[in-house]
Nanobody
Framework: QVQLVESGGGLVQAGGSLRLSCAVS????????MGWFRQAPGKEREFVAA????????YYADSVKGRFTISRDNAKNALYLQMNSLKPEDTAVYYC????????????????WGQGTQVTVSS
């Protein structure tokens, strides 16, 4: 079955960095567009970043542009999110998600989700 497992979350001070990873199994990874989403307490889940199947195209929410970098390694079936200059408002549970390439825009119609990893940024 399809599995997405996030890791790398934790507690960091404002201005610090974290690198999230997502290990994917059960699918042909290179056929899938991959994304990161987050959900803060009391708020709806929101799009953070996405990367095309080849890694050649990336797309970011305005709130993280210039601070976060999404990447993937198709040989390792892995997705990453490098988060720099973290702010308290980045505190959330971060989820990786997958969908077949060519379906919808970069921000929607993801069919597979991980369980999430908590990121907490202290001020």
């Amino acid at each position: 079955q399809v599995q997405l497992v996030e890791s790398g979350g934790g507690l960091v001070q404002a201005g610090g960095s974290l690198r999230l990873s997502c290990a994917v199994s059960g699918v042909t990874f290179s056929l899938y567009t991959m994304g990161w989403f987050r959900q803060a307490p009391g708020k709806e889940r929101e799009f953070v970043a996405a990367v095309s199947w080849s890694g050649g195209t990336t797309y970011y929410a305005d709130s993280v542009k210039g601070r976060f970098t999404i990447s993937r390694d198709n040989a390792k079936n892995a997705l990453y999110l490098q988060m720099n200059s973290l702010k308290p408002e980045d505190t959330a549970v971060y989820y990786c998600a997958a969908k077949l390439r060519g379906t919808g825009s970069y921000t929607d119609k993801y069919g597979y989700w991980g369980q999430g990893t908590q990121v907490t940024v202290s001020s």
